[in-house]
Every structure is written in structure tokens, then in C-alpha cells.
């Protein structure tokens, strides 16, 4: 039930995308949440996805690998929305060779997915990470719902630092209150968006997590295409 503090929104104002570049950073759905995105950025803009990390080819659009300045200045133009890369192994890609800055100058929108948790829902972040581009406007930490109630060693990327972090056994059963006190103690990410919220349990659990959280929060589905602004 949405009470009147909540409000169901399209998914790119929800999250306040600014044009420019942003970042996005977290837990698993990172690819589908950037996929969503541009999709629907590219019906007021031109958009350009990426990753300053690692990432498979996404399903949505037309893959650039290695192109110059004027051939993706041509693909915005005949297509609108594109992924800009350099090719990795094992099928994924790498970064692009043109700066994200200077993508940000051919595109209304730059989306880039900053980091990685081989699609587990919570992670903690390493030293080097995220890797979030320069003159990014807006950073995304994304949570996933289905992991609260399981153990930190089965839905954390990094479960030690994840554990360590709170000064607790790997075993720890995780909860909204403790994946908080983690999001705060990063720091990373000036909005949070809490995926798969989808049962009552989960839109309980997502309301614990906003309420101790000192940033904007939106929870919702990327399955299901329902986002609600948590204010």
C-alpha cells in the first residue's frame, strides 16, 4: 500500500537523472537498471551506456567497440542510444577509449555501470572500487531486497569486508538495519534504489532501510516495472 509519503514515478525521475553522467554502483541489477534507463532517457535524448569496469554487451541497443569520436557521433545520430566500449575477455567489455567526459559532450545522457558484485544483491567495496567516472552527477548504489534475511557469506560480494565492516561473523543473518550502517560507513552513492521490492515483507523492510539512510531512496522492480520515491 503507498502511504502519502510515497510516490509512483517513471523509473528516470525517481532516480532524478540529471543530463550528464551517472554513475552506478552496488549490488546485482546494475546492468538491467542502466538498461531500463536508457531506454527510457533515449526517448527525450541521445544516451550512451558504458561501464568503467566490466561488463557483458548490453541487450539493448548497438555495441561501438574501439569507435572514433565521429563514427559514435554518427551512431547517436541514426539510433539514438548506444553502448561505447572497448572489448574484453571472455566475451565482456572494457572501458571505452574516449573519455566519459568527452562522450558527455556527444550524448544528453552518459550512463555508466561502476562497479561489480557478480550479481549478488549486497557488496561491500574493495579499496579500488567503485570506479566512478569524473564529472559523474549522479551516483546510484543499488540494494537488492532478496538479500535481507540470508546470511552475509551468501548474498554479499566481498563478505569479509562486508562483515568486517560491522564487526560481525560472516554467518550474520543481514538485515535493513545493518545493510545502513554499511551504506553509511562507505559513503559512496548520493541515492539509493532498492531493487526487487516486490512483496509486502519487502516494501516493510525497504521503508527500515530508507528511514536510516541520509540520501533520496527509491524502491521498486526492475522485473516488474513498479518504482515508488521513498521520501
Excluded at 528516470?12 to 534507463?37: V, Y
Excluded at 561501438?64 to 566500449?85: H, M, N, Q, W
Excluded at 559523474?136 to 534475511?149: E, K, M, P, Q, Y
Amino acid at each position: 500500500m503507498t502511504t502519502r509519503c510515497e510516490v509512483s514515478m517513471k523509473l528516470s525521475e525517481c532516480l532524478r537523472i540529471q543530463r550528464g553522467i551517472t554513475a552506478i554502483i552496488g549490488g546485482g541489477g546494475k546492468t538491467t537498471l542502466m538498461e531500463k534507463l536508457g531506454e527510457e532517457l533515449a526517448c527525450s535524448g541521445r544516451v550512451i551506456l558504458g561501464t568503467s569496469t566490466r561488463i557483458y554487451p548490453p541487450q539493448c541497443c548497438t555495441t561501438l567497440l574501439d569507435p572514433s569520436v565521429e563514427e559514435i557521433a554518427g551512431a547517436l545520430e541514426r539510433e539514438g542510444l548506444l553502448c561505447v566500449a572497448s572489448r574484453g575477455e571472455n566475451g565482456k567489455l572494457r572501458p571505452p577509449r574516449v573519455p566519459f567526459a568527452e562522450l558527455a559532450g556527444l550524448a544528453d545522457y552518459v550512463l555508466v555501470e561502476a562497479d561489480g558484485s557478480k550479481g549478488l544483491p549486497l557488496k561491500a567495496h574493495a579499496p579500488h572500487e567503485p570506479a566512478i567516472p569524473e564529472g559523474s552527477c549522479r551516483t546510484i548504489l543499488v540494494v537488492g531486497a532478496d538479500g535481507f534475511g540470508r546470511p552475509i557469506v551468501e548474498v554479499c560480494h566481498r563478505p569479509e569486508l562486508y562483515a568486517g565492516l560491522l564487526n560481525c561473523s560472516r554467518e550474520r543473518i543481514v538485515t535493513p538495519e545493518m545493510a545502513a550502517e554499511v551504506i553509511c560507513r562507505e559513503g559512496f552513492g548520493d541515492l539509493v534504489f532498492i531493487n526487487k521490492t516486490e512483496s509486502p515483507r519487502d516494501w516493510e523492510q525497504a521503508r527500515r532501510l530508507e528511514a536510516l539512510l541520509p540520501c533520496p531512496t527509491v524502491a521498486g522492480s526492475l522485473q516488474k516495472e513498479e518504482y515508488r520515491c521513498l521520501y
